[in-house]
């Protein structure tokens, strides 16, 4: 199957935008606090990279890598790390940057790993929901977009390692 240009879902002016939006509510629900901003890669490095950019607080970045468990179709919500954060998150505000929730089984996962580590609270922040398939138990914080249950790359977000440096979010169009 050829694939095609992919048509625009959300532009790069609305990311910015939203991104916006979404830094300044951290930077109030924040105030006088400081954050350990986790960027869940690959996926999230632009978006984090933008929203950290327009969040005025103090903060230090980390940066994990997950997989999931089982085979391609099922996701068995066992999570393999494969790069894990340096810093000690214990007694601190932790802010975990996601792509998109799709089940939300990787994330539900990993929170629970660093619950493990008493950090003083986390919170997540969300490019993209998918409403449709959600299966997970964890309230996400901050949810800078919900879209329908289409395939989405751009803005970080591949297809088969493509395409994550376009800076809007599309759907690719498939021809035969
Ligand atoms: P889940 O929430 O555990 O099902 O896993 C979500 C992960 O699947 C995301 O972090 C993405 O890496 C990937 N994913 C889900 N939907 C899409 C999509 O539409 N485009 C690109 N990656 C996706
Ligand atoms: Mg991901």
New binding site residues.
Partial sequence: MEKLAPEIMISEEQLQLRVEELAKQITQDFQGRELIVICVLK?AFMFCSDLVKKIELPLKMDFVSLS?YGDSTT?SGKVKVIKDIDLDIEGKEVLIV??????????SEYTKMLNLRNPKSINIATLLLKPSKVQHDFPISYIAFEIEDK???GYG??YAGRYRELPFIGVLNESN
């Fill in positions: 996926g999931s996701s996601e792509d998109i929730v799709d089940t939300g089984l990787t994330l395939f989405v790359i977000l591949d």
